[in-house]
């Protein structure tokens, strides 16, 4: 009622005028009710047209872009026009709070390592994340609207939007055949969709190697095995000879140290794999090491070979003693076992001018031809698999090596040609190489 109040008060005023007025000229009677009443018409007149001039601006105000605040007086318009400004803003805030949430849930799936699509009831795009983008061969922002059978179009994937029964995933042969997808598509709301993609090529292939992994030991396990059960069986059913018995029981101890290196080496990889990686603050001397790696090999090269080793001073790499020591002696075993008797090997160390290190095994043996240098470190690789077998070699040493330098921030680095022996050079970042303090 406040802003009615002051409207009658001004028409009342101008009404009192009007009498005052007629009552002072002196025309008496019925002429000062008809001023009184002018007076009262007059009085209410201005009041509307101030008020139309106030709506007015306040109109002028709403249609603008709303970037000055709202005319202010204390009447009725100003007091609308206040409450108007109020409702504008909570509703703008609300709106960007809502905005914001928005665009912190897309920003949070696009974080995401697999890649989500949605879609409208029409299998359009209404929204991918980037990684979704990269498994279809997408664009996030020129193929929204578009329908995703358009621009897939794999067959196995029509197949599976089309089937309208997606409780199953589907498997989807990606960057040209060379990776695999794992597909989902959950329903949701009215007729959408959700679309979930994964690249699960590593896993597959981890899966494969681990099948061959298994296969691979089975065999290596079963020959030994098939060819001891044959002398057992030799053993309890024909009548040999003492020399024979001594033969056999000779071959026998030899099948039985194979598999027994096999297993050893075995244990060595599953407990690389498992353990923590090694300290680098565990500072390990190279002398007594390269002393303990050359008596093992002048052991098992008796002789037949010219050993070699550097003076290392007080050089000391950081570390696990036990993992350096097995993957030098892994290097110098294969460099006595595969290089020919007379044959030249030598044991060197090497500190970089940017402090990074480097333990080289290299020998004047037969080589390795070029194609197979890659495919060294792999479990069970052998270029020559019955010269390995014969030397006692269980195909797994260069890739417990390989791991030992994995686990030590470093690198093996193989460099052979045919005829012109090898050199396997362990290289330790420089964080990992000191002098002794
Ligand atoms: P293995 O137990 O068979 O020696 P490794 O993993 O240690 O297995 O080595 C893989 C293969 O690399 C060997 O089978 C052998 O053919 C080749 N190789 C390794 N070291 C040498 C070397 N010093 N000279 C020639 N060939 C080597």
Redesign the pocket.
């Given at each position: 009622m406040n802003w009615f109040l002051p409207r009658m008060l001004a028409a009342a005023l101008m009404a009192a005028v009007g009498a005052i007025i007629g009552t002072a000229i002196g025309w008496g009677g019925d002429t000062v009710l008809v001023l009184a009443v002018l007076g009262a018409a007059l009085g209410a007149s201005v009041s509307a047209f101030a008020d139309r001039i106030r709506g007015y601006k306040l109109m002028r105000w709403l249609r603008s872009d709303r970037a000055q605040p709202a005319p202010r007086d204390t009447s009725f318009w100003g007091e609308l026009g206040y409450r108007m400004e109020r409702a504008l803003i909570l509703s703008q805030r609300e709106t960007e709070r809502e905005r914001q949430q928005t665009k912190d849930f897309l920003t949070a799936i696009e974080a995401s390592p697999n890649g989500v699509l949605l879609m409208d009831k029409y299998d359009q795009i209404e929204w991918c994340n980037g990684v979704a983008a990269d498994h279809f061969g997408l664009d996030p922002r020129r193929d929204v609207q578009q329908r995703i059978t358009n621009l897939v179009r794999d067959p196995a994937f029509v197949a599976y939007m089309q089937q309208g029964d997606w409780e199953g995933g589907l498997s989807l042969s990606a960057r040209g055949g060379r990776g695999t997808l794992s597909v989902l598509i959950r329903p949701y709301g009215a007729g959408k969709k959700l679309l979930l993609s994964q690249d699960v090529t590593e896993g597959l292939r981890n899966e494969a190697m681990r099948r061959d992994f298994v296969a691979n030991v089975s065999h290596e396990i079963r020959t030994p095995l098939t060819v001891l059960s044959g002398f057992v069986e030799s053993l309890t059913t024909l009548k040999l000879s003492e020399a024979e018995r001594t033969l056999v029981l000779a071959r026998m101890r030899e099948q039985t140290a194979r598999m027994q290196a096999l297993v050893a080496d075995l244990l060595t990889l599953a407990q690389l794999e498992g353990s923590p990686r090694p300290s680098p603050d565990n500072w390990v001397p190279l002398a007594p090491l390269f002393d303990r790696v050359v008596a093992e090999a002048q052991a098992l090269s008796a002789g037949r070979h010219i050993l070699h080793a550097d003076d290392v001073g007080l050089s000391e790499i950081a570390g696990q003693g036990t993992e350096l020591q097995s993957a030098v002696g892994?290097?110098l075993s294969?460099?006595v076992?595969?290089?020919p008797e007379g044959g030249r090997i030598d044991l060197r160390w090497q500190q970089r001018a940017d402090g990074s290190g480097l333990i080289v095994?290299q020998?004047n043996?037969?080589?390795?031809g070029r194609e197979?240098l890659s495919r060294?470190?792999e479990r069970f690789?052998?270029?020559?698999?019955s010269?390995?077998?014969d030397?006692g070699?269980?195909?797994?040493?260069?890739?417990i090596?390989k791991h030992v330098m994995q686990r030590h921030g470093g690198e093996i680095d193989i460099e052979?040609e045919l005829g012109q022996?090898?050199a396997?050079k362990l290289v330790f970042p420089a964080a990992r190489v000191r002098q002794t303090p």
């Amino acid at each position: 009622m406040n802003w009615f109040l002051p409207r009658m008060l001004a028409a009342a005023l101008m009404a009192a005028v009007g009498a005052i007025i007629g009552t002072a000229i002196g025309w008496g009677g019925d002429t000062v009710l008809v001023l009184a009443v002018l007076g009262a018409a007059l009085g209410a007149s201005v009041s509307a047209f101030a008020d139309r001039i106030r709506g007015y601006k306040l109109m002028r105000w709403l249609r603008s872009d709303r970037a000055q605040p709202a005319p202010r007086d204390t009447s009725f318009w100003g007091e609308l026009g206040y409450r108007m400004e109020r409702a504008l803003i909570l509703s703008q805030r609300e709106t960007e709070r809502e905005r914001q949430q928005t665009k912190d849930f897309l920003t949070a799936i696009e974080a995401s390592p697999n890649g989500v699509l949605l879609m409208d009831k029409y299998d359009q795009i209404e929204w991918c994340n980037g990684v979704a983008a990269d498994h279809f061969g997408l664009d996030p922002r020129r193929d929204v609207q578009q329908r995703i059978t358009n621009l897939v179009r794999d067959p196995a994937f029509v197949a599976y939007m089309q089937q309208g029964d997606w409780e199953g995933g589907l498997s989807l042969s990606a960057r040209g055949g060379r990776g695999t997808l794992s597909v989902l598509i959950r329903p949701y709301g009215a007729g959408k969709k959700l679309l979930l993609s994964q690249d699960v090529t590593e896993g597959l292939r981890n899966e494969a190697m681990r099948r061959d992994f298994v296969a691979n030991v089975s065999h290596e396990i079963r020959t030994p095995l098939t060819v001891l059960s044959g002398f057992v069986e030799s053993l309890t059913t024909l009548k040999l000879s003492e020399a024979e018995r001594t033969l056999v029981l000779a071959r026998m101890r030899e099948q039985t140290a194979r598999m027994q290196a096999l297993v050893a080496d075995l244990l060595t990889l599953a407990q690389l794999e498992g353990s923590p990686r090694p300290s680098p603050d565990n500072w390990v001397p190279l002398a007594p090491l390269f002393d303990r790696v050359v008596a093992e090999a002048q052991a098992l090269s008796a002789g037949r070979h010219i050993l070699h080793a550097d003076d290392v001073g007080l050089s000391e790499i950081a570390g696990q003693g036990t993992e350096l020591q097995s993957a030098v002696g892994n290097l110098l075993s294969n460099a006595v076992r595969y290089t020919p008797e007379g044959g030249r090997i030598d044991l060197r160390w090497q500190q970089r001018a940017d402090g990074s290190g480097l333990i080289v095994v290299q020998d004047n043996g037969p080589g390795i031809g070029r194609e197979h240098l890659s495919r060294l470190t792999e479990r069970f690789y052998r270029v020559d698999g019955s010269r390995s077998r014969d030397t006692g070699g269980t195909g797994l040493g260069l890739s417990i090596v390989k791991h030992v330098m994995q686990r030590h921030g470093g690198e093996i680095d193989i460099e052979s040609e045919l005829g012109q022996g090898s050199a396997f050079k362990l290289v330790f970042p420089a964080a990992r190489v000191r002098q002794t303090p």
